[in-house]
């Protein structure tokens, strides 16, 4: 008796220069017939979908900078890259002070801003690395609150 389930091949490649080959491989696949359907859930276009709010708590200055550069190469930045503008997107930032004062930090957030995503302040306090400033995460509590009231905001409650 055959088997009705087709093998699924989940094809990933990495920076390697052999990923030139990519274009190749799949076309063969699909020469081969072994990969004909499309359709297939795509991660970060699905999370699109479920989500009613996006919060990415923290937010550090590595993926602040790629989503300000539109760089996505992991599903958060793809899932932000992805993101549907009727829906909210809030970020709270984390990073050292002198992180969080260089000039391209504003100006990256600036950015972020003016797509309509929304920041959670940072904090100042005594940071882990022993520096004291600006740059901490929002507390806890504070996160929460701001969801809440984008819940009862959304939910009209």
Avoid at 1 to 25: D, F, H, Y
Avoid at 67 to 73: E, L, M, N, Q, R
Avoid at 148 to 154: A, D, G, I, P, Y
Wanted: neutral net charge.
């Amino acid at each position: 008796m055959e088997n009705p389930r087709q093998l699924k091949i989940l094809i990933c490649c990495t920076g390697s220069v052999a990923s030139i080959k990519i274009p190749e491989l799949v076309d063969c696949f699909i020469k081969e017939h072994t990969w004909t359907k499309r359709g297939d859930p795509v991660l970060h276009i699905e999370l699109r979908k479920w989500a009613d709010i996006l919060l990415i708590a923290p937010l550090d200055a590595n993926t602040l900078g790629k989503i300000a550069s539109g760089i996505c190469d992991n599903l958060l930045t793809c899932t932000v890259r992805a993101w549907d503008f009727q829906k909210p997107l809030y970020f709270a930032p984390a990073m050292n002070t002198a992180m969080w004062e260089h000039p391209i930090t504003s100006e990256q957030i600036k950015k972020l801003e003016s797509w309509g995503y929304k920041q959670i302040p940072v904090v100042s306090k005594l940071l882990v690395c022993g520096d004291k400033g600006a740059g901490a995460m929002a507390e806890v509590s504070t996160i929460i609150e701001t969801m809440l009231s984008v819940k009862q905001h959304l939910l009209g409650t």
